[in-house]
């Protein structure tokens, strides 16, 4: 069992930056792949970025690519997506999540094992 608290969301104007973060709890997590997930207001869920368990591989969507960075801290639980030059279509609820199957999925159809709750993120054009 894996539980996720997101933070360090909030309001930014365009161009600016934000740091989220993940704290996982319990001692796998560095079994688990992690990614970044966000929903916009009357939109489906979309993936943004992951990172492979060890954090030799990470995974962007197109529209995030070059601005956002995902990392991860495995001695502090903790994952992390760097979000710069944001845009107001980067507004939406961010979520975590944590998967341990074999590779990195990010297609939509798959659902991730973990979420959390999600933290808001709103860019003020």
């Not at 993940?22 to 939109?43: D, E, L, N, V």
Request: proline letters at 2%; a neutral charge; aromatic letters at 12%.
């Amino acid at each position: 069992q894996v539980q996720l608290v997101e933070s360090g969301g909030g309001l930014v104007q365009a161009g600016g930056s934000l740091r989220l973060s993940c704290a996982a709890s319990g001692r796998t997590f560095s079994s688990y792949h992690m990614g970044w997930f966000r929903q916009a207001a009357g939109k489906e869920r979309e993936f943004v970025a992951a990172i492979s368990w060890s954090g030799g591989k990470t995974y962007y969507a197109d529209s995030v690519k070059g601005r956002f960075t995902i990392s991860r801290d495995n001695a502090k639980n903790t994952v992390y997506l760097q979000m710069n030059s944001l845009k107001p279509e980067d507004t939406a609820v961010y979520y975590c999540a944590a998967d341990s199957s074999l590779v990195v999925v990010t297609t939509p159809q798959y659902e991730w094992e973990y979420w959390g709750q999600g933290t808001q993120v709103t860019v003020s054009s």
